[in-house]
Each structure stands twice: as structure tokens, then as C-alpha cells.
């Protein structure tokens, strides 16, 4: 480009509208900008609980952190982003400890079906011994995590073909299940037809008809709008609880200085505790909700559930795959043999 009196005069110009934009020095450029990825709508208390701890993380860090929410699978389907969690491409990840065991094999300890019986037994053993030794299997397996798992819920099962209320519905059940050896072997010890789907794919699938029901927690069928391509059958199983760990990445986590790397585990863990809450009351009070937009709910007796998994071999099976120690932590923290 030539300089030229006219050139000269719009750079000046250019120079003179940026001016007043200029950021004070409390809010210079972050030092750290990062990316925080998960599967949920900006609707879902993970999300909104985000939006306020990433937003305290930049006014605590003096604006040095800068981390930005990616919904929705926007980054990639699950199985995706924890690829880019483990090359950096993506530095905080949000992740059902049950898919997080296609990395980590003994993370999805966890969602052993029917091992917790409530709420109060779910937080007990995850802020406890069980969750201490699944964080263990997560660092030695080169991932950070913060101390506090986030809420998904007790899962629960929606179908488009026959009611689902004892196992002996689930024979031949085409069932979409998220991508992990466990939730395929749950629903093989039902003798169902299983399809791991990641969740990105999931509304798809049930439009088309690929698979005959899903199984979730309340507030996911709320958030993602399953009555849409899932009515009408929705049974109250829940068989397996499930939560999300707020992964780091190694590298993006060291390169934080301490204080830094303080405010960030302080504000993620205290969203936690508030979006428990949050989904803790949701999944009590959806069913109404869900009701009018055309699901009928089936009362199931879970119990069966459990005993035909008990049956099928699948406690004693993975058992055997996590190991007498692993196994010996499960039971201890939920207080009762399952194998
Ligand atoms: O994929 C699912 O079904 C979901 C949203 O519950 C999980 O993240 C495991």
C-alpha cells in the first residue's frame, strides 16, 4: 500500500475513534483465556451456575481470567472433547464420570446401577471416599478435576413404543445409551438392544426413529425438549444416578498461577453445591411440568430392576472388572453389598 494523504488521514482517523475504547488497566486483555465445554443448553443449572462462577473467576482474578462457555456440544459430541481436553484445545470440560470411563476405565464406579438410594447417599459418598477415589483414577489418568462432581440426576426412562414398568419390558428394547461400556452392559443384562449414542445426536435419533426410547434425568428431558420426539412413556426407574466432573486440562491448570488456580477451583466448587440444588429440585418437581407436555409417567418398583441385574451377573461382572479394592470403596460409602 502506498502512503498516501488519504490513507494517512483515515488511519488517523481510526486511531482517534479507538481511543475512548481503550480498556482501563483492571480490565486489560485476561492472561488466561480458556474454553469450558459441555453438553447441556444454556437453559440447564450447570450452565447457569457457570455464567455466574466464570463471571466471579474474571472479577476475583482482576480480569487476568477470561473463561468463556461453550454449550451445547458446540466444541464437538462428548467422546470429542475429551480428545480436545487431553491435546488442550479445550481446557475445562464438563463430563458424566460414566462416559469419562472410555479414558478412565474405574471412573464410572460411580453409576453402578441402583447403588445409590437417595440423594442424601449420593453426595455422602461422592464428597466422600468414593469420589476421593475416582478423582484419584482421574489425575493418575493425567485430567484435573475439582473436588465438587455437578448434579445430573437419577436417570430415569422414556419410551415411544410399550410402557416400560417391569424388566421384562426392556427385552428387545431398542435404547439409545450414552457412549460407555457400562451403560451398554446394563441395558445387555436386560437383555435390551442398546445403541451408544453421544448426546449431541440424541433429538436426532428419536426423530427418526434409529432407537425407541432413552433413558435421563427429568431436567435433561426438560432442557432438551424430549416430549417433542419422545412421547408418551416415561417410567420412573431410576436406575443409575449420574453426575458431571469439572475437568482441566494438565498444561492450561499449571500455567495458572496458584492464587490464580485458587479463585478457579473456589468459584467452580461453590457452583456446584448451587446448581446441586437446583437440579436436586428440579428432578422433584418436573413431573407436573413433563405431564403437560404429553409424557405419561409409570410408576415402576425398582426393586425388580435391581434384581434382574443382580440376576444377569452384571454386579459380580463388574466386580471383577474394577477390582476387589474399588468394589470394597462402593460399598463401604453406600453402606450395602451389591455383588
Ligand atoms: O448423554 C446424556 O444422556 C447425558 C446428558 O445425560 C450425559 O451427559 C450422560
Do not use: C
Not at 158 to 165: A, E, H, L, R
Not at 200 to 226: C, F, H, R, S, W
Amino acid at each position: 500500500m502506498t502512503i498516501t494523504r488519504r490513507n494517512i488521514l483515515l488511519g488517523a482517523a481510526a486511531g482517534a475513534l479507538a481511543a475512548p475504547f481503550i480498556r482501563p488497566d483492571t480490565a486489560r486483555a485476561a492472561d488466561f483465556s480458556y474454553k469450558i465445554a459441555n453438553n447441556q443448553p444454556m437453559e440447564h443449572p450447570s450452565n447457569i451456575r457457570l455464567t455466574e462462577a466464570v463471571a466471579r473467576i474474571l472479577e476475583e482474578s482482576s480480569g487476568a481470567v477470561d473463561i468463556q462457555i461453550f454449550p451445547s456440544n458446540q466444541l464437538g459430541a462428548d467422546t470429542d472433547v475429551l480428545g480436545q481436553l487431553r491435546s488442550g484445545g479445550v481446557e475445562f470440560f464438563q463430563l458424566s464420570p460414566v462416559i469419562l470411563s472410555t479414558l478412565v476405565p474405574n471412573a464410572s464406579i460411580s453409576g453402578i446401577g441402583y447403588a445409590f438410594t437417595d440423594y442424601d447417599a449420593v453426595w455422602q459418598a461422592m464428597d466422600g471416599e468414593l469420589g476421593a477415589y475416582a478423582r484419584g483414577q482421574i489425575e493418575n489418568a493425567g485430567l484435573v478435576v475439582m473436588d465438587k462432581i455437578w448434579d445430573n440426576g437419577f436417570r430415569q426412562t422414556t419410551s415411544s413404543t410399550k410402557p416400560i414398568v417391569t424388566p421384562a419390558d426392556l427385552e428387545g428394547f431398542k435404547i439409545r445409551v450414552p457412549v460407555s461400556p457400562l451403560w451398554t452392559s446394563l441395558y445387555a443384562a436386560f437383555g435390551s438392544a442398546p445403541a451408544s449414542i453421544n448426546f449431541a445426536e440424541v433429538y436426532t435419533a428419536l426423530q427418526t426413529g434409529i432407537v425407541d426410547g432413552q433413558e435421563n434425568p427429568l431436567a435433561i428431558m426438560k432442557v432438551a425438549k424430549m416430549w417433542e420426539v419422545q412421547p408418551p412413556g416415561l417410567s420412573m426407574t431410576s436406575h443409575m444416578w449420574d453426575g458431571f466432573w469439572l475437568l482441566g486440562n494438565r498444561r492450561a491448570w499449571n500455567a495458572l498461577p496458584e492464587d490464580m488456580q485458587q479463585i478457579v477451583a473456589k468459584n467452580f466448587n461453590a457452583s456446584a453445591d448451587q446448581q446441586r440444588a437446583d437440579v436436586m429440585a428440579l428432578n422433584a418437581t418436573l413431573k407436573g411440568e413433563l405431564e403437560s407436555e404429553g409424557f405419561v409417567f409409570n410408576d415402576v418398583d425398582p426393586k425388580l430392576f435391581e434384581d434382574k441385574l443382580r440376576e444377569a451377573g452384571f454386579y459380580a461382572q463388574w466386580k471383577d472388572t474394577y477390582g476387589e479394592d474399588a468394589w470394597a470403596i462402593l460399598e463401604t460409602a453406600i453402606g450395602r453389598n451389591l455383588a
